[in-house]
């Protein structure tokens, strides 16, 4: 079942065909740099809904935005809201690593971990992928400010 995890899993393959993959796919990786980054900023200049918390980041970063997630006090609700309005949002590791089966032989529960608790009960990941036109983002950044919570 995604997002819960009975075993510790490792993978240490790169096989053949991945590898073409990813020797032809970098020649495009500064790009998709680029545009995840200009993507981030204008979620972050534009997105002024004070429902939803944006994540820091130091001023001597520059931030890729592999993935672009944000907090709210209910990610189920927004989730909804936005899939409502066309636009896909998840959960995103909505399990902390510490309360996987995989990891119970460390004796962690719920509490001993406040704020990975806390991320994995209210981040939602916006979608923001290189592709994305300008006008997909718009959508986004103008969802995100309507959003009126519960």
């Given at each position: 079942?995604?997002?819960?995890?009975?075993?510790?899993?490792?993978?240490?393959?790169?096989?053949?065909?991945?590898?073409?993959?990813?020797?032809?796919?970098?020649k495009?990786?500064?790009?998709?740099?680029k545009?995840?980054?200009e993507?981030?900023?204008?979620?972050?200049?534009?997105?002024?809904?004070?429902l939803?918390?944006?994540?820091?980041?130091?001023?001597?970063?520059?931030?890729?935005?592999?993935?672009?997630?944000?907090?709210?006090?209910?990610?189920?609700?927004l989730?909804?809201?936005?899939?409502?309005?066309?636009?896909?949002?998840?959960?995103h590791?909505?399990?902390?690593?510490h309360?996987?089966?995989?990891?119970?032989?460390?004796?962690?529960?719920?509490?001993?971990c406040p704020?990975a608790?806390?991320?994995?009960?209210?981040?939602?990941?916006?979608?923001?992928?290189?592709?994305?036109?300008?006008?997909e983002?718009?959508?986004?950044?103008?969802?995100c400010?309507?959003y009126?919570?519960?």
């Amino acid at each position: 079942m995604r997002y819960y995890h009975d075993v510790i899993g490792y993978n240490y393959r790169l096989e053949g065909l991945q590898g073409a993959v990813l020797s032809v796919s970098l020649k495009y990786l500064p790009d998709w740099t680029k545009r995840r980054q200009e993507i981030g900023e204008r979620y972050i200049r534009e997105i002024t809904n004070p429902l939803i918390t944006m994540q820091a980041h130091p001023q001597n970063t520059s931030p890729v935005y592999h993935l672009f997630v944000v907090t709210v006090n209910s990610l189920d609700h927004l989730i909804s809201y936005m899939n409502d309005r066309g636009m896909e949002c998840n959960k995103h590791y909505p399990v902390p690593c510490h309360l996987q089966k995989a990891y119970q032989d460390l004796g962690y529960k719920r509490g001993d971990c406040p704020n990975a608790e806390y991320l994995a009960d209210h981040c939602v990941t916006l979608p923001l992928f290189p592709e994305m036109t300008d006008e997909e983002v718009k959508m986004v950044i103008d969802a995100c400010n309507h959003y009126e919570g519960i």
